[in-house]
């Protein structure tokens, strides 16, 4: 017997609606009816609950245009679902999976009776899952590696790049003090590790999730790393990363 575990960095359900407007292909949507539609993140290990919900009613084609639809910024959203009510109706059910995190247009041309499953309430979407039998991961990691990143202009906690992986290799620094900022920290969380190495060509601010803080600073304070060098940090509290 053995037991499930997510762990590592929640991924947060998509922050926006997407647009629904009424379409021109022809299509089986009831013509006179409401209809609500909502998106959810998928990665390897699990889904978001839903995005606040958009609405439309149909024109004489049948059909819905959605665009806008959310793409998220996390690395480990590996593909998005849309849910659709039916014509009047209030819960949320599947009409569509994008295998991808960069479509954000569709076209809803789908009867009522051929819609899914309904749409999760919970978030079971982490960047980690263990299966370990009896025993339970109490310091998670975040594994994975993602590279070719660029730090986000105007040295900004608001502006920087948002990391979700163990190892972060920084390749584009346009302008000194662009930055980079650590996961969000939980209690859950202590003893988690993330290391970061700028391969750009100018220092690289690096900073705390927002409200949260580095080396037991003041809230949102970065610390920087230099071109040609790594900087590793462990969750040593809830809301703090120690630089090591």
């Known amino acids: 017997m053995s037991s499930v575990t997510l762990s590592g960095f929640a991924v947060s359900k998509p922050s926006s609606a997407p647009t629904a407007t009424a379409g021109v292909a ?10 609500g539609y909502k998106v959810t993140y998928v990665t390897a290990f699990g889904e978001t609950d839903a995005s606040a919900a958009a609405t439309v009613t149909t ?4 059909s819905v245009n959605l665009t806008a639809i959310p793409v998220s910024t996390n690395g480990n959203v590996s593909s998005r679902k849309i849910y659709r009510t039916i014509g009047g109706g209030a819960a949320y059910l599947l009409l569509a999976t994008l295998s991808d995190n960069v479509t954000t247009t569709y076209t809803d041309t789908t009867a009522d009776a051929s819609l899914g499953a309904a749409a999760p309430t919970l978030n079971s979407a982490h960047s980690l899952q263990t299966i370990n039998g009896f025993v339970k991961l109490v310091r998670p990691v975040i594994y994975g590696i993602e590279r ?6 105007g040295g900004t906690t608001a502006a920087a790049y948002q990391l979700s992986a163990e190892y972060n290799f920084i390749a584009t620094v346009t302008t ?20 970061i190495r700028n391969n750009g060509a100018n220092v690289a601010r690096i900073f705390p999730f927002t409200g949260q803080t580095i080396n037991g ?4 304070n970065p610390v920087t790393v230099a071109a040609g060098a790594s ?3 462990v969750a040593d509290l809830a809301n703090d990363w120690a630089q090591v």
Do not use: C, W
């Open 26 to 35: 022809s299509g089986d949507l009831d013509q006179t009816a409401n209809y």
């Open 231 to 233: 900087a590793e940090f």
């Open 59 to 62: 024109t004489t084609t049948g």
């Open 176 to 195: 000194t003090n662009d930055g980079v900022r650590l996961p969000e920290l939980s209690s859950a969380l202590i003893g988690s590790h993330v290391k």
């Open 217 to 220: 600073g003041a809230a949102d």
């Open 148 to 153: 070719n990143i660029t730090a986000g202009a």
